[in-house]
């Protein structure tokens, strides 16, 4: 097994990201990265992750919750520090490595079903108050350090999104909330201190949207795991759905779309 260190965050050709620590020299084959974590682990990270629902007590707990049509993203800046263009090259890297997912950025608000904000630490209350819709409570987002809000009906099925990124406290800090919470409000919305190697903790020193987390959105997305299914209704898929995205990750890795020997800023 490949060490957990170097695969924690490892750089996409097509986004920058950093690795959490010192990296050892050789490159790590396909075969390394698409075994780096075992069906056990991946099996507790998606159970923990996709059953839950942090800080919404009205939200189901107990069922699959995904985007069943294509998710547009628009990006508003309300900041002094614009990082719109990192934002869309990351919604642009998870259009290309999570199966089963089309996600692309949309000019106009009026064609999104997604609306991600990024905002001043000053501003961050009072756009959340404005911009999210009437009657909701947000008290417990305007207390977070970044967050987002999934909308959809009963049945898991997920319809919209409303996402708040401070800009003002340094790349390092944007770029944890941006991966943190777009890929949270995908499905996985649970925050659990028991997984070291996902940005899904608050507790973790993972920066950015590494191969763990990979495959909790390629799991959650594989077309066998549908909104509304139960822990036990997944549990029984999840071998086969696991074996199936380590041979794509092989593929991703061997046509360099991930590169893990790529150092970040490359």
Not at 147 to 169: F, H, N
Not at 215 to 235: A, Q
Request: aromatic share 8%; hydrophobic share 40%.
């Amino acid at each position: 097994m490949f060490s957990r260190v170097r695969l924690c965050c490892l750089a996409l050709v097509i986004t920058l990201l950093v690795p959490v620590a010192a990296v050892r020299a050789a490159t790590p084959t396909p075969d390394e990265v698409a075994n780096a974590f075992t069906d056990e682990e991946i099996i507790d990270g998606f159970m923990r992750t996709v059953f839950g629902a942090e800080g919404n007590q009205d939200a189901r707990k107990d069922i699959v919750r995904k985007f069943m049509k294509p998710v547009r993203v628009v990006i508003i800046n309300r900041a002094v520090t614009d990082r719109t263009a990192q934002v869309a090259k990351f919604i642009a890297t998870l259009d290309k490595v999570v199966d089963n997912l089309s996600i692309r950025t949309v000019k106009k608000q009026t064609d999104a079903n997604m609306a991600i904000f990024l905002v001043d630490r000053s501003g961050y209350r009072a756009v959340i108050r404005e911009t999210l819709p009437e009657g909701f409570d947000t008290r417990f987002i305007e207390s977070s350090h970044c967050s987002g809000v999934t909308g959809g009906k009963r049945d898991g099925t997920l319809e919209s999104a409303y996402i708040y990124i401070p800009t003002t406290e340094g790349w390092r800090s944007t770029r944890h909330c941006m991966v943190e919470e777009i890929t949270q409000s995908l499905g996985p919305v649970n925050d659990d201190w028991r997984l070291p190697n996902s940005i899904f903790n608050d507790y973790s020193d993972v920066p950015g949207f590494g191969i763990f987390d990979w495959f909790i959105l390629n799991t959650l997305y594989d077309r066998r795991i549908k909104p509304g299914m139960s822990p036990d209704e997944v549990k029984t898929l999840l071998p086969a759905v696991i074996a199936d995205a380590r041979k794509r990750l092989k593929r991703l890795v061997a046509t360099k779309v991930i590169d893990p020997g790529r150092k970040p800023g490359e």
